[in-house]
């Protein structure tokens, strides 16, 4: 199905099952412990071997050797496969780092071996045996250093945000020079980690010279080809298996080094083998949120019209890599019609940095947010109202190009209106609750709306039931339930009558999940197999398809119904099709819109920071699931929390690794540090986005959030914090006076 045109009245404008909140029909499993995870398939490979990963022990250089031969002799042990064994694997998609094979290290924990045994401790015991002589070379790892001959490069984060190294629309330097207040402020955001619950983890297995592979991965059709290319073997040699994936955040959306070595450990042993990579492998192995130095300029009138702006981004990656597109969101934002935005890339021989969470828009309204409130503040302005002066109903930067949906200015209004926020104390350190400094801060959010092409597979039998099959995962974020939701919108049945099969290389081909555009693009493939099904239930049955009504398990034209399983007495009836999106989508820009609130607690005495309570409003199109769409956008809430806190990889920059490689040394919030979230959908449809006529909401939860905390803090103590995180560190020797 081609959608070159803007959605008109369909099936799902019905709203019978779609837009209801659903409980998800996957919940039962997960907290059952029967849905079946990567590392656990033993009802796939039931005598499955471990693998124990060993990463490099230095940053950059050669493997001189590899002495493996007290490892082969310790019990247990059925096979050791080396990087040396193997000549260089080619990368897979968006892979910037090799993952296995050849002498080169590029960084610090790239694979160099893995062990085999029968237990995990048995592989795990050996791998300390296995002696390495390496030769190593000076690396760079550190951005504050490599960022002073850091240069201007075009990047794309493959996820809708980039653009040319250096942008400019009018005279920035004149604007700015004759504006009558401005800022001129530099920020820092700290590497990240996608710390999921699940860790990157494959069973793989061969039959013959066909590999099956278990694995945790958002993106199987990327994964399937990456796989392909990198054993040398035809894609219809390999078939990569995820029902069910425990969180990803971008971390998982190319294959990694589990899965490579999982597949060459099975080859070697003649068993299936799995391996599951340790949190420091996580870190240090796989991809990270790249640190940033960023670099906000804003002129405006002192009415509070901003005249100049611009937003400069220096981040760090391997020579082959991007920078983090973090200047993007300013270019969509706030009206200005001098503009600059440039984003410049530092070469370091840190692990490679690449997407995770809203990137770009993450850490750069985590800037741009914080400016803007430095900037009202000069300007004497409320910080809502300096934001809705600045709105603007076209890109700014392309002035002919109009948003198809955007109402900034209503997540703003009714989210101070909601919050209390006229309630707020404008002067910070005013605001007392015993031993605590109280205090509000906003920050608005944006996040541009993907779509890729999607296709899926449904099936009604003679129970009718329908069955839909599509290589789209679940990483936690309700796909079965809106996948379900669609099917049974469209065929007119209950939800109990659908049954959906995810995951499967097998299946046809999806947009898979990532970067805001798994739900919308994902459910639109299901629409499209649909229509091709309810037009050969038709068909079969005698009705003219556009005039059918599917409904209540039957189908009905003018004084006609017909059970809708009738149709399929004869046998299944099967449909498939692919959505594919045109050029509507493109005649507008379509994005994504929220504003953000909270209230922090500052302890006057320790300077610890508590968050107290959180509102977001978003303007994301059609909300399919409501209940499932809140979980996503508190869940990106608390993600947002942690960076502003308490996330922060830290950089050993002699030796060129991520020191607190674990979960007892990278902290990440728990329930108890946000004990109350609000959130709260706008009434809103965008025909040009799909024909559910929804966008993405998942990533516009984290999107400006992390500002709007660093706001609070600043209300609540009258000390801006410029980097990221705000640890206590950062404020306590500024603290007002706790008396």
Known sequence: MKFDTPAGPNPIDR???????????????????????????????PDAAYGYVLGSAIAKGRVRSIDTASARQAPGVIAVVTTLDTPRIERGVMNVAYLFGGDVIQHYHQAIAVVVAETFEQARAASFLVQVDYAPEAGAFDLAAAAKTAEPVPADSGEGSGGDGEERVGDFEGAFAQAPVTLDATYTTADESHAMMEPHATTAAWDGDRVTLWTSNQMIGWGHGSIAKMLGLPKAKVRLDAPYVGGGFGGKLFVRADAVLAALAAKATGRAVKVALTRPLIANNTTHRPATIQRVRIGATRDGTITA???????????????????????????????????????????????????????????????????????????????????????????????????????????????????????????????????????????????????????????????????MTDIGTGSYTIIAQTAAEMMGVSLDQVVVRLGDSDFPVSSGSGGQFGANSSTAGVYAACVKLREAVAQKLGFNATDAVFEAGEVRAGNRAIPLAESAAGGDLVAEDTIEFGKVSKEQQVSTFGAHFVEVGVDAYTAEVRVRRMLAVCAAGRILNPKSARSQVIGGMVMGTGAALMEELAVDTKRGFFANHDLAGYEVPVHADIPRQEVIFLDEVDPRSSPMKAKGVGELGISGIAAAVANAVYNATGIRVRDYPLTLDKLLDRMPDAA
């Open 309 to 471: 702006i611009a937003h400069e981004s220096t981040s760090g990656n391997l020579p082959d890599g991007d920078p983090e597109t973090a200047v993007n969101q300013t270019k969509f934002l706030y009206a200005g019609a001098n503009r600059l935005t440039a984003m410049k890339l530092a070469h370091l021989d840190l692990p490679e940095g690449n997407a995770m969470r809203a990137p770009g828009e993450a850490p750069g309204l985590a800037v741009l947010e914080i400016a803007m409130d430095e900037m009202a503040e000069k300007l004497g302005l409320d910080p809502v109202a300096f934001r809705i002066r600045n709105d603007s109903q076209v890109v700014p930067t392309q002035p002919d190009l109009r948003f198809s949906q955007r109402d900034l200015v209503g997540c703003l209004t009714l989210g101070a209106e909601r919050f209390g926020w006229a309630k707020r104390n404008p002067k910070p350190g005013q605001v007392r609750d015993g031993q605590w400094l109280v205090g509000l801060g906003m920050a608005a959010a944006f996040r541009d709306n993907m779509v890729m092409k999607s296709g899926a597979r449904v099936r009604l039998d003679s129970r009718g039931t329908v069955t839909v099959e599509t290589d």
């Open 15 to 45: 709203l019978k099952v779609v837009g209801r909140p659903t409980d998800r029909i996957d919940g039962k499993y997960k907290t059952t412990g029967t849905a079946p995870y990567a590392y656990e398939r033993h009802d796939a490979a």
